[in-house]
Structure formats: C-alpha cells, structure tokens
C-alpha cells in the first residue's frame, strides 16, 4: 500500500468522537468568534489577533476550502465569506465534511449557546449521544431546592434521570479542585456537612460547586452507575491550575476503582499526555486521547499524535476533537487527526517496521472501534 493509499484509507473512515461540545447555534462576529479560538479570556498582544496562532493558521489552511475560499485565505475575507453563508448553512458544511459517524456530545458548558446531541445529528447526517456532566447535574439538583441531608439522594435520583440516554459521564474536577484529591469516597457524614455549608454559600451567589469532598461523592455516585468516566486532564484555560491536572495524581484513584470494571477516559492531557498514556498502559480500565490538543498544535499536530501512540496499547487510544462552539473546531479536529496518523503511520510502514495490513487497522482502532467497543454504542439506541 502506498503512501497515497493509506492516506485515502484514513481519510474515508467514519469517525467516533468520543467527546465533544456542540457547534456554536449563532453566527459569532469578530472578537467573539476569535475568542473561540484561544483558551484565554484574554485580548491578544496589540496589533495581532487570535488567530495569530498554529490553530488560527490551521484554520485558514484546511477550512477556508470548506467555505469555497483559497487555502489560506485573509482572515478577513474568511469571516466576510462566512457571514456571508450564514450560521447553518456554515455548520452544517464542517460537520458534514469532518466525517464523523457519530458525535458523542458532552451536554455540561454553556448548552444554551450550542447545539444539542439531537441538534448535532440533524445537522450533520451522523448519529449523536450525550455525555453527562457530573457538575453540572449537582448544581441542577441544588437549584431546585434541597436540603443537606437530602442533597445526597437528590444529587443520584437527578443524575439518573438526566443520564438514562446517556453512553457516559463526565468530571470536571480538575477545574473545580485538582486531581490532587483523596481517592476515598466521603462518609455520608461528610456529605451531609459540606453540603451545608456549600448550600449556604448559594444564598449568597456562590453556586458553583467547588467543594473537595462534595465533588469526590460525585465521582463515587458516578462509579456505581458504571458508565464510563471522562476526565478532564491537563491543558484549559486559566481556571484551572495546570500541575494540579497531571493524571499520575489521580493514580491512588484509578487504583481503588480498577475492579468496577468502570472505563476511565482521560481526555486531551496535553502536556501530560504522555502520562496519560503510561496510566493507559498499567491499567486495564483507562483510555486516553489527545484531542484539544490536536487543534491547538495545528502544522506541529503531527509530533502530539505521534506520541499518543508511544506506550499505550493501541486498544486504549481514541479521537476526539472536544470541540466547542466555532463548528471549524469540529472539522479541524479530524482532519488535522487523519493528516497526523497517515503521516505517522505512513513513515512506520515505509521503513518497513509496521505493514500497511496493521497501520490501516489500528486508524480504525483509534478512529472509530475503541469508541465503539468502550461505550457500547452498537447497544446503545
């Protein structure tokens, strides 16, 4: 198999992405729609832009074609042309074009401005689930009033019905606390007492959930269901604090919890992705993939993927894009993920120590059967 072969192998698989957000439902305009491209919250430094950036040249190159406008186009001739097309008739081109057969959509960050798992489907001619924030499903429970010795069994009869569709649930602890936390699972006791304490901070405004043990309970009540477990770890924006989201701190955890048979899914990880990979290799129940960082490398996404494919088995690796709003995120995400592995895999095969045979059938695992296999999607209705 040549090069070229392998290259159009990987480019017709239908892909699975095993965790993203939804496309943006409005038409964002100049600072906003460069906001969706930076982790920061942050102006750039004068006289540049957010797309001064390897994602905002990744963005010219690959997308601009998808809008009928030259590779690399200005920028500002790209968002004419967009504004232009409208904001579905723009996404529904770059979702259609990712080719993704199934979007797995975690329904947990800002679902007002973008497009449900049903929504995402409609557009893009794939199929859709949801992901389930655990977070966001205590603040929920929390809003419709609850009392701290109830808090508990609100918190579980809430997430059973919020997840009975759903193929997996999802933490955000790192942002919340760190994965720096104590692997064992509170007492209700202690459930009780800070969830008193937080439910008064709600009465002064405070109703983000950060406390350390009430978020552990929710990761255990989240373990019984046996669904698998995302987990966001390293890169973010400046909520979190990075070295506090470095998955080895989470090895107490992966350890109490490896015979629930339970998938733990560390998501996108760089820089620690590499650690990511470790833990996926030493444990039977974790899985990694490198997703936000695939886009954010841009032209140096090549070197992330490749060393996603270090240590971990191939069974344990995934895509995704974590896509969030602009849908270029959605479709750069794949195709800066196929350029990647043809590329990788490509130069193993020509130096004759992979056969095109296995290189083909591992794009597969990490496209598309892993995800399959993990979240039992071909159960799943």
């Not at 040549?2 to 159009?8: D, F, I, P, T």
Request: aromatic letters at 8%; proline letters at 6%.
């Amino acid at each position: 198999m040549s090069a070229k072969e392998l290259r159009a192998a990987v480019d017709g698989l239908r892909l699975v992405d095993h965790h993203v957000h939804g496309a943006m439902v409005r038409d964002p305009e100049g600072a906003e729609f460069e906001a969706g491209f930076s982790e920061s919250p942050w102006a750039p430094p004068a006289g540049t832009t957010q797309l001064d950036s390897q994602l905002g040249f990744a963005v010219r190159r690959w997308c601009a074609p998808v809008l009928d406008l030259p590779p690399r186009a200005d920028a500002a001739e790209y968002l004419a042309r967009r504004r232009k097309l409208g904001a579905q008739e723009t996404t529904r081109r770059f979702l259609a074009a990712s080719g993704v057969g199934r979007f797995l959509v975690e329904t947990g960050y800002r679902a007002d401005q973008t497009l449900g798992p049903a929504e995402m489907a409609a557009v893009s001619g794939a199929r859709a689930s949801e992901i389930v924030r655990l977070e966001s499903v205590a603040e929920a429970a929390a809003a419709g009033g609850v009392t701290a010795a109830d808090f508990a069994d609100r918190f579980a009869s809430t997430l059973d019905e919020q997840a009975r569709h759903a193929v997996a649930l999802k933490s955000v602890i790192a942002y919340r606390y760190g994965l720096d936390f104590d692997p064992e699972p509170p007492s209700l006791g202690e459930v009780r007492h800070a969830a008193g304490q937080w439910l008064r901070r709600r009465e002064t405004g405070e109703a983000r959930l950060t406390d350390p043990v009430l978020l552990r309970h929710l990761l255990w009540t989240g373990v019984d269901r046996g669904l698998p477990l995302q987990f966001h770890v390293g890169y973010g924006d400046p909520d979190l604090t990075l070295h506090r989201c470095d998955p080895s701190l989470m090895t107490d955890f992966l350890g109490q919890i490896r015979d629930r048979q339970v998938p733990v899914m560390l998501l996108h990880g760089y820089p620690y992705h590499r650690t990511a990979g470790y833990l996926a290799h030493v444990f039977p129940h974790v899985y990694f993939d490198v997703g936000l960082a695939v886009n954010y490398t841009g032209a140096r996404s090549r070197a992330v993927v490749a060393e996603s494919l270090e240590v971990a088995p191939f069974g344990k690796v995934l895509f995704s894009s974590d896509a969030w709003g602009p849908a270029e995120l959605h479709y750069l995400g794949a195709v800066l993920w196929r350029r990647a592995m043809a590329s990788v895999l490509g130069e193993w095969v020509e130096s004759g120590e992979w056969s095109s045979a296995d290189a083909v059938r591992v794009a597969k695992m990490v496209g598309a059967d892993n995800a399959k296999r993990v979240y039992r999607l071909e159960e799943s209705p």
